[in-house]
């Protein structure tokens, strides 16, 4: 039985603050803890685990980034665009 990935604001959760770009490294680490943690390996669900642990604002903007609208492209793919943007 794997264990299940927590739900936005549980304790557990990861947090990323769009404000403190300097912080989505560590956002990313424990969301990847998380998933190897839960068993978590479909590219898919990982784009929306990336997005589900932000706050709506920052939320609705990484949707619509084509990396995590595309199908054939995979969470790194997302992860690597977003870590340009904050820089």
């Known amino acids: 039985m794997t264990t299940p990935m927590p739900v936005f604001g549980e304790r557990a959760a990861p947090v990323f603050n769009s404000s403190r770009p300097n912080e989505l490294g560590r956002y990313f680490d424990q969301l990847e803890a998380l998933f190897?943690?839960?068993?978590v390996t479909d590219k898919g669900d990982k784009k929306k685990y990336a997005v589900a642990y932000v706050?709506?604002?920052?939320?609705?903007?990484?949707?619509?980034i084509p990396e995590y609208a595309d199908s054939?492209?995979?969470?790194?793919?997302?992860?690597?665009?977003?870590s340009k943007l904050y820089r």
């Not at 190897?36 to 068993?39: L, P």
């Not at 054939?72 to 977003?82: A, F, I, P, Q, S």
């Open 55 to 64: 706050d709506i604002d920052t939320a609705d903007t990484w949707i619509y």
């Open 72 to 82: 054939n492209k995979t969470y790194l793919d997302l992860k690597n665009v977003l």
């Open 36 to 39: 190897n943690r839960c068993g």
